[in-house]
């Protein structure tokens, strides 16, 4: 059974942190491209970051770029999520998201509240 299960969201204040996990279980994880998005309320779901499955080369949103960093470690089929400097208008639910090759799931989603 595929699994990507999300954590680390929380209530943070304005220029806090959070660092989020996703643990994938019942597919190959090395082989999958990782990505982490996220959805506010009223809006459409986007792409915050990607790391490749070969190498670990990330991309970032311009949003994002400076403050956030996506990592993966393949030995504990995890991604993580390291944001700083957080902002209210990062206030979403953020997903995992694995694809390769046609075939894609999708984590349930952890909420991140910046406010003070």
């Known amino acids: 059974q595929v699994q990507l299960v999300e954590s680390g969201g929380g209530l943070v204040q304005p220029g806090g942190s959070l660092r989020l996990s996703c643990v994938a279980s019942g597919f190959s994880f090395s082989s999958y491209y990782m990505n982490w998005y996220r959805q506010a309320p009223g809006k459409e779901r986007e792409l915050v970051a990607a790391v490749s499955s070969v190498g670990g080369r990330t991309n970032y949103a311009d949003s994002v770029k400076g403050r956030f960093t996506m990592s993966r470690d393949n030995a504990k089929s995890t991604v993580y999520l390291q944001m700083n400097s957080l902002k209210p208008e990062d206030t979403a639910v953020y997903y995992c998201?694995?694809?390769?090759?046609?075939?894609?799931?999708w984590g349930q989603g952890t909420q991140v509240t910046v406010s003070s």
């Open positions: 998201y694995a694809v390769r090759m046609g075939m894609s799931y």
